[in-house]
């Protein structure tokens, strides 16, 4: 299967199911169209209340929040809920609240003088309109609420749909954001896969999807008839690259770190890890010590994400039994880790040097399963890399700064890290997005201001110019103006 129509899990979407949910955003989406109409342009005073009370809205919901993503996950670590998906948001809101002013103003650009005279130019970051956010079940908050915060300092109305995946939390969202916002401002359109296709449909201002890849190229076919501008954050297999001097223990603490938080659920988690040849076996025990260390019960503790439907679990289990049965070495990080079905806990494990034909080598996995790739020649295994479909992000492990700048060179990908994972997501100032497959376009701070924003050149005439110059007749004036352009 290609990356680039490959889903997580393909589920048939069931017509006519959602017909009041589809009325209602029909609805929604008119009402904020004339909305918007009305009043085009808030200034930052007003867009500074809206980003405030979003983050009140998240920061006082604690409790609730950290139940709804629990119970759609049949286990959740209420710690993380905060981090990520309440203080997530929250620190986006902090940002855009300190550089809101920036952000809005006018971007001065160099005119020409001999033509232009005095006339000044500048670069506008205007508001788009009414704006679609599509949410994946992963970061229901997080995705959900996050990129709202760019949409509204950018000065749009918005239109959130959580993923049929997580019900509780998209009804809580529902909930929530009708007690803070106007539904002619922002509103959350809650229903199953077939009002999920209708919002692809709708003549939106700007359109962003997160999810996989194969529903992204529904996405953008469906945005096209209206000539809607997308921005999709899709998935991939992100790869860890542990150069010669890279197998160390924080190496592995961060990498095994990264690919427990959500269990695997994570767009930008470790996909798959390459390993100098000689160093694998060296890999796996430094991975099993840690686990065996510091997490000996992960799979059993409430740190544990759970799988977040029984078919997903399924998959995992799949994915996993066919490796097994190809021959390939499997690792059990945790001493006597087994699957919990009724939270759909499972242990991590590590398949050691697996046939590139197994699925787990093929599809993104986005489950606690991690492939260790042997490699004998560094850039041999990079050009690899490059030849597949480009990846989310890419994480280079070593102690030689050239030759790690040199991996990141040699491949392309949304973002990077060198010596870590996923901090390229986590910051609320860097912009996040993908590369050919993995998506296109980028929110978080300023980039995700000006991704919402409608970026309007305007030139306002001065003094002093040879603008006449453009139009016919062309006599001697624009010729020796011209013969000067040549010369100079
Ligand atoms: P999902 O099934 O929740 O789908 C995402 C959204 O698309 C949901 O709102 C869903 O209702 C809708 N949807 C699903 N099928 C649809 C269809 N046939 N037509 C129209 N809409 C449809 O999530 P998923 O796709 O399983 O999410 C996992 C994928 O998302 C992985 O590939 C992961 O890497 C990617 N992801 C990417 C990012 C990113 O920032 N780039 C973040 C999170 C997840």
Redesign the pocket.
């Known amino acids: 299967m290609s990356l680039a129509t490959s889903?997580?899990?393909d589920?048939p979407?069931e017509p006519d199911t959602d017909a009041p949910a589809i009325a209602a955003l029909r609805e929604s989406v008119a009402l904020q169209k004339a909305a918007f109409r009305r009043d085009p342009y808030p200034d930052a005073a007003r867009r500074s209340a809206h980003i405030q009370a979003l983050a009140g809205m998240l920061l006082g919901n604690r409790e609730r929040i950290r139940a709804a993503v629990a119970e759609d996950f049949g286990s959740h670590p209420a710690a993380f809920t905060d981090l990520l998906e309440i203080l997530g948001p929250a620190g986006r809101a902090a940002t855009a609240l300190e550089f809101l002013e920036e952000w809005m103003s006018d971007s001065e650009r160099p005119a020409n003088r001999d033509l232009y005279g005095s006339a000044r130019a500048t670069m506008r970051y205007e508001p788009k309109g009414v704006v679609g956010n599509?949410?994946?079940?992963?970061?229901p908050f997080e995705?959900g609420c996050g990129p709202l915060v760019e949409m509204l300092a950018a000065g749009n109305r918005v239109i959130v749909?959580?993923?049929?995946?997580t019900p509780a939390c998209g009804e809580l969202l529902a909930e929530l954001i009708s007690a803070t916002f106007d539904r002619d401002h922002v509103t959350v359109a809650v229903g199953g896969?077939d009002l999920?296709?209708e919002?692809?449909r709708q003549p939106w201002d700007h359109l962003m999807?997160?999810?996989?890849?194969g529903?992204g190229r529904?996405?953008m076919r469906a945005a096209a008839d209206h000539l809607v501008p997308v921005t999709l954050?899709?998935?991939?297999k992100c790869p860890a690259v542990l150069t010669p001097s890279g197998v160390t223990p924080e190496a592995v603490e961060s990498i095994i770190g990264t690919k427990l938080i959500k269990n695997g659920q994570?767009?930008i988690t470790v996909d798959h890890v390459l390993v100098p040849r000689q160093r694998m076996t060296e890999f796996a025990d430094l991975a099993r010590s840690l686990v065996r260390s510091s997490m000996p019960d992960h799979s059993r503790s409430q740190d544990c994400v759970g799988m977040i439907t029984g078919a997903h679990l399924e998959r995992i289990e799949a994915l996993l039994d066919e490796a097994r049965r190809s021959g390939a070495e499997i690792v059990e990080l945790e001493q006597d880790g087994a699957i919990d079905r009724r939270t759909r806990r499972m242990p991590l494990s590590l398949v050691l040097d697996p046939d590139p034909g197994l699925r787990i080598c093929r599809e993104?996995i986005?489950g606690p399963v991690l492939p260790v790739i042997p490699y004998d020649v560094l850039e041999d295994a990079v050009a690899g890399i490059d030849a597949d479909d480009r990846p989310?992000a890419v994480y280079v492990f070593g102690d030689d700064p050239a030759q790690c700048e040199a991996v990141l060179r040699a491949v392309r990908s949304g973002g990077a890290c060198v010596n870590a994972c996923a901090l390229q997501g986590a910051l609320p100032s860097l912009g996040?997005?993908?590369s050919g497959t993995?998506?296109m376009g980028r929110h978080h701070g300023i980039d995700g201001f000006r991704e919402f924003s409608n970026a309007r050149g305007v030139v306002i005439r001065g003094g002093d110019d040879n603008i006449d110059i453009l139009y016919p007749p062309y006599g001697e004036k624009v010729r020796a103006i011209v013969d000067q352009a040549f010369q100079a």
């Open positions: 889903t997580i899990l589920r979407v599509m949410a994946p079940w992963n970061f995705i749909k959580p993923s049929d995946l896969l999920a296709r919002f692809s999807y997160t999810g996989s890849p529903v529904q996405i954050e899709l998935g991939g994570m767009c993104e986005f989310l996040f997005g993908g993995s998506g």
